[in-house]
Every structure is written in structure tokens, then in C-alpha cells.
């Protein structure tokens, strides 16, 4: 008899508060800071240290037994003035965790009546509050309200519209965020990248210690976003309302342009687009290059994958993003699973892929890794792809790992895997056709040396 599931093991995803610790460390020159206990902090630091092998600081205020009953606002104010003078930051970046939400803490009435306190003082950094409860949502729903709090809080409608594009790429890698300034800049139009973590999080050798690293969006250049051109916003499943260009849009009247995360020549095209189209500029030449070769590689790589089965999990917009592009490659998705539970995933996929049920494509939201190891027992897929939080179902089912996304603990390189473009793509592709000819090498008895 099977017996009903009470519990989750092992979560298909990470705490909120973390999501908004990443973003705030892309705006430049600022410190994030969790309202709770110091073990929250300490579990941070260690997932983003071990996927981005980057120090990272992240301020606590330290809760103990007396600030549960009591609240945490003395911790909070004294953490903050304790952080504003060791750091001398323009910007702090506050988190709510689960222990500050449970108790009601009411952080934004904290922190006027600590601007009050301090009004006649030194200028205080701008204070940025997200609230991010770890039993509600994943580490994506705390991105994204860290993102959206940042620009809710800095924004400002000026006179006259820019030619500026705002560009919220969703929880991508550093080097996913060098590759999309790099086609910004090409394209010759100002922009404003909102989360960018692509130096602070992958930087080089300090000659001495910062205690904030180099990097990271202005806060000068979040405060022109109200008067952009336009907003282009990564995320299938990302709702107006948790959105920071859904605000842009409201607030301002800054037109919202929604983009799946551009993974495959289909999505990467509807990107460059877009931008075609805001710019009246044609995509340069060199753009026309990765397309040309990914889809020669397409063609050369396809003997080895056509038809595999795979099984894809990790966050809702990578997931959507990733099972278009393999559907494209021809490699059947024949589970699509993610913790998250937007109850927008399946329709996503639909949209993307309309034969999706005579495909026998399975989605699965809110699951967790047992969820995923008891479908792959049956569905028998031929690799997995996503985080390295599925590495023990991928060596106890002995089926190969494809690592994408965040976080990846147990391979090298994390922070600087591409995923979207025409060159993130290309690197896709090429990691996933070795991975079958590397399957097929140790599956034999010969041992091929050339295939």
C-alpha cells in the first residue's frame, strides 16, 4: 500500500530570501541584508559562495529568543547603522525571512522611524525592502520581489522619455549577463540591466579587500528606468504584479515586453526581434554568424540526439525556456518539473510546444527531487538536465546529469555556463550531444575512440 506524502525531501528548490540576496548584489555598491536569524545568512552565503567561488557578505540582524517575542526592531536599526558605517554603502538591500514574517515584524514602519532617528545626521544609503518568507514561493519569487522592490523604490518618471531600454533578464548567470550587454551595446541603444551581478559575482583578483566588490547596476541608472523607452523582461511564468517592468508599466506607462528566456534559435530570435524593432537597427552581422553555425551544428550533432528522453527540472522559466529548445533539437521532454507552483507552467508549455499531449509530455509543479526520481523510474529517461541538487537521484539511477542553472556545487565553472543567445545555446547543444557520446563510449565493450 502507498502510503500518502505529508513532507517534502529534498526541495526542487531554494529559501526566497537567497533569490534576493543575488539581486541585490547586482546593484552597485550595495549590501544585502537579512531581517532574521544568522543562520539564514550563514546558509546563503554558503550556496552562492559554492555555485559563484566569490566571497560574499551578507548582513544579519541576528536574531535570538528575546527578538521572537519582542520583534526584531532594535536588532534591525542597529544592524543597519552598524553596517552604514563599517561599509559606507550607497545602497542596503533588507530581506525578510521566515522568523521576521511570522512574528509581524512591520519593517517599513522600522525603517521610517529610523530615517527620523537619523534625519539631522550623515546622509543614510538608500534602504531597499523586499519581503521574501522561505515558506512562501522559491528563490525565484525572492529575485524577482527584490527586483521589483528595487525599482518601485528608486524609479522616477522625468520629463521627456529616453531612448533607453530597461532589460530584466531573470536569474541568469554571469556570464549570460556579459553576453546580453555585450548584444546591447552592438545594437548601439542605451540600456539599464537590472539585476547586474555579472562582475560582483564573478570578478577578478583584488590587489587589495573590497568590502563591497566592484560592479552592479547604478542606483542612478534604476532611477531613469521610468522613463525608458520600453521595458524587455525574461519570464514565462512572471505575473504583471511580482514584475519589476509590470511596475514600470503601471507606475509610468513604460510598455512591458515579455520574453521567454531566449534558450534555442526560435526563442533567440524573437529576441533579437524585439530589439530590431525598439532600435530600428538591424541585428549586426556577427549575431548572423552564431545563428548560422548553431544551426549547422544542429545538423551535425543530430544523429547522436534525435529521439533521447530527458527529464528537465529546476525553476519554471528555465524550464519552460530549456523544453522549447529541446523540443526544437529533437530530444523529447518527457517530464517538465519544477518546485515552483505558479500554476502557469503547464500553460506555458503548451503555448510553446501545441502538441504537448500527444507528445505524452508530463508537467509536474511543486514537487520535490522523490517526486522526480519515482516518475524517472518509469518514464526511463536517457540523461537529466538541471542543478546539482539532482546528482544523488542521477548516481543512485545511474543516468547521466546535464548541469545547467543555479546551483552547482559539484562541477567548476558554474557562474560562467552560458544558457541563452545564440551562443549560450551553441554551448547547450554541444554539452548535451558529448554527454550521449560520451554515454554510448562507456556503454560499450570496445570503447569507441571515434564516433
Known amino acids: ?20 540576496c543575488l539581486a541585490f548584489r547586482g546593484i552597485e555598491n550595495c549590501v544585502p541584508f537579512l531581517h532574521g536569524s544568522q543562520g539564514c545568512a550563514t546558509y546563503i552565503r554558503r550556496y552562492l559562495i559554492s555555485h559563484y567561488k566569490e566571497p560574499i ?42 522568523l521576521t514574517e511570522t512574528i509581524g515584524d512591520d519593517v517599513p514602519l522600522i525603517l521610517r522611524d529610523y530615517k527620523k532617528a537619523h534625519k539631522n ?3 543614510l544609503p538608500i534602504m531597499i525592502h523586499a519581503s521574501t518568507p522561505s ?37 541568469v548567470s554571469p556570464a549570460d549577463l556579459r553576453y546580453l550587454k555585450e548584444i546591447l551595446t552592438d545594437f548601439g541603444v542605451p540600456f539599464m540591466l537590472l539585476p547586474d551581478y555579472s562582475q560582483t559575482m564573478d570578478g577578478g583578483p583584488w590587489g587589495e579587500y573590497h568590502r563591497i566588490p566592484p560592479g552592479g547596476t547604478p542606483a542612478s541608472a534604476i532611477t531613469a528606468a521610468g522613463s525608458a523607452r520600453a521595458s524587455i523582461e525574461f519570464g514565462s511564468t512572471l505575473e504583471a504584479s511580482k514584475s519589476a517592468a509590470g511596475y514600470l508599466q503601471e507606475a509610468f506607462g513604460v510598455p512591458r515586453h515579455q520574453l521567454s528566456l531566449p534558450i534555442g534559435i526560435k526563442e533567440s530570435d524573437k529576441f ?24 549547422d551544428a544542429y545538423a551535425d550533432g543530430h544523429k547522436y540526439i534525435f ?4 527529464i528537465i527540472y529546476g525553476e519554471e522559466d528555465l524550464v519552460v525556456g530549456m523544453t522549447a529548445f529541446l523540443q526544437e533539437i529533437g530530444i523529447t521532454p518527457v517530464l517538465c518539473a519544477s518546485g515552483g507552483k505558479s500554476g502557469l507552467l503547464k500553460e506555458r508549455i503548451k503555448e510553446l510546444i501545441p502538441e504537448m499531449d500527444e507528445l505524452e509530455i508530463k508537467i509536474r509543479e511543486g514537487v520535490d527531487f522523490v517526486d522526480i526520481e519515482d516518475e524517472a523510474k518509469v518514464l526511463q529517461p536517457d540523461f537529466l538536465i538541471g542543478n546539482s541538487k539532482g546528482y544523488t537521484m542521477s548516481r543512485k539511477n545511474n543516468i547521466p546529469l546535464i548541469r545547467i542553472g543555479f546551483p552547482i556545487h559539484d562541477r567548476f565553472g558554474g557562474q560562467r555556463a552560458h544558457h541563452i543567445g545564440y551562443r549560450g545555446t551553441q554551448e547547450l547543444f554541444d554539452r548535451i550531444v558529448n554527454t550521449v557520446i560520451e554515454q554510448r563510449q562507456n556503454a560499450s565493450s570496445i570503447g569507441y575512440t571515434y564516433m
Open 1 to 20: 500500500m502507498k502510503h500518502a506524502k505529508t513532507a517534502t525531501q529534498n526541495a526542487c528548490k531554494l529559501c526566497n530570501p537567497l533569490g534576493a
Open 57 to 98: 557578505d551578507i548582513a544579519s540582524s541576528n536574531f535570538h529568543e528575546e527578538s521572537a517575542v519582542f520583534g526584531g526592531s532594535h536588532n534591525l536599526q542597529v544592524g543597519l547603522k552598524n553596517v552604514t558605517e563599517q561599509y559606507k554603502p550607497d545602497v542596503i538591500g533588507i530581506a525578510t525571512t521566515c
Open 121 to 123: 545626521g550623515s546622509p
Open 135 to 171: 515558506y512562501q514561493g522559491s528563490h525565484i519569487d525572492g529575485f524577482h520581489a527584490a527586483v521589483r522592490a528595487t525599482v518601485k523604490t528608486l524609479a522616477e518618471q522625468g520629463t521627456e522619455e529616453l531612448e533607453l531600454i530597461n532589460l530584466f533578464p531573470n536569474m
Open 272 to 295: 533579437f526581434a524585439l530589439l530590431e524593432t525598439l532600435t530600428g537597427k538591424a541585428r549586426p552581422e556577427k549575431y548572423e554568424d552564431e545563428r548560422r553555425r548553431l544551426i
Open 307 to 310: 529521439e533521447k528522453k530527458v
